[in-house]
């Protein structure tokens, strides 16, 4: 009586995602006090640049004040303290423009990628 084979089955696995930089999950303006972006794994600890980040709140186009150690981070925090610069209509966010790559993954020295208008809660 004739029949077939089976072959043996064939298994074989999807390669790992190759690792990522660190992604923002939220940001906040805390009163008076700095602003915070908060990414979804630690940072390497230290000053930014303040160049990097632009923030529009209230339809006001806001500066990072340019004094040392500020922008900062710490744990997964980036704590930015900001100046009034003047009238810029829109929603608030929060944006990060590198170079230099200064955001970096603790674990995996992998800089943030850019990015642009990112909510701000207040």
Do not use: C, E
């Not at 906040?28 to 529009?56: E, I, K, S």
């Not at 929603?91 to 993954?105: L, M, R």
Request: hydrophobic share 45%; charged share 5%.
């Amino acid at each position: 009586m004739g029949g077939f084979r089976s072959s043996p089955k064939s298994t074989f696995s999807v390669p790992p995602s190759p690792p990522a930089g660190p992604v923002p999950v939220a940001a906040a303006l805390n009163g008076a006090g700095p602003a915070t972006v908060t990414f979804d794994q630690p940072l390497v600890p230290g000053a930014l640049d303040p160049a990097n980040w632009f923030l529009r709140f209230n339809n006001t186009f806001i500066s990072p004040l340019v004094i040392p150690g500020n922008p900062s981070a710490a744990g997964s925090t980036v704590s930015i303290i900001f100046f009034t610069a003047g009238p810029d209509p829109g929603p608030d966010v929060v944006s990060f423009s590198p170079p230099p790559n200064d955001v970096v993954s603790l674990a995996t020295a992998i800089p943030a990628a850019a990015f642009s208008d990112f909510p701000l809660a207040p």
